[in-house]
């Protein structure tokens, strides 16, 4: 899943795709390079982030997914607000990833089951502004699954089928760099859950952390590193800026895994 960022503050690459024009081609070359689906978000889900108002979100996002779209690309849009994922779908988007995994529109569960897309559901627990205040866990493994599978059933419970419901732990929400490494050495109970998985750790802080403070920029060799873990523990997608070295890394990952295992 390569990511497209309409945004002026999303903390890889805020700013370097100021028109429409650049977004399309940003994520016409993302598809050439050989990514399967191509991400648009309007909306900065950084620590701190504020929000932005839906009609800026709508006039960001929906020219680039029109204009992907009528090129035959699969688009996902990133967006916790229902009234985004409807035009979204109306403009061609095939998946809604929603960060919030339906907490932050109440209306966002209901309208998807009706629009019949695929649907990301991610741990969350609150808005950029505030999320990183709870990332308190006793046991992060076990809470991340307990609170992810409750809204799961709610997807369900909305009118969501299984088959179109995609989960994510959340990597990096409301999440310190102890939780992301504990939940990414335990992936396999995540693939256990009976749905595709999403991980999305693409130039993260954590990652540069690990690595003496290193730039966003300079992340994505680690990235790959844990793009072949994913692929080794059978995670269905890797959310990622960069594409060809997160193709060879899954390609690794894949050919290390035990034979028989899926």
Not at 46 to 57: C, D, F, I, T
Request: net charge negative.
């Amino acid at each position: 899943m390569g990511v497209v960022n309409v945004t002026p503050d999303s903390f890889s690459d805020g700013g370097a795709l100021r028109s429409a024009e650049a977004a399309v081609a940003h994520g016409l070359d993302l598809a050439d390079r050989g990514a399967s689906i191509i991400d648009v978000g309007g909306e900065s889900t950084k620590p701190g982030a504020e929000r932005v108002p839906l009609q800026e979100e709508l006039r960001r996002v929906l020219p680039v997914v029109a204009a992907l779209a009528r090129r035959g690309l699969h688009v996902s849009v990133d967006t916790m607000r229902a009234t985004t994922a409807l035009a979204a779908v109306d403009a061609g988007a095939r998946t809604i990833n929603d960060v919030s995994g339906g907490r932050a529109d109440p209306a966002m569960m209901p309208t998807v089951a009706d629009l019949g897309v695929d649907y990301v559901v991610m741990h969350w627990r609150a808005h950029s502004r505030s999320m990183q205040a709870e990332a308190v866990y006793d046991d992060v493994v076990a809470e991340v699954t307990s609170e992810l599978l409750a809204r799961r059933d709610e997807a369900l419970a909305a009118g969501i089928p299984s088959c179109r419901i995609i989960l994510d732990p959340g990597i990096g929400f409301s999440k310190l760099a102890e939780h992301n490494w504990t939940l990414l050495r335990n992936l396999d109970g995540f693939t256990s859950l009976g749905h595709r998985l999403l991980v999305g750790v693409s130039r993260k802080r954590f990652l540069g952390d690990a690595l003496g403070g290193r730039a966003p920029s300079g992340r994505d060799a680690a990235t790959a590193a844990i793009s072949a873990w994913c692929a080794q523990h059978g995670v269905w997608g890797v959310r990622t800026h960069e594409v060809p070295m997160q193709l060879d890394a899954i390609t690794m990952g894949a050919m290390l895994r035990v034979p028989g295992s899926g």
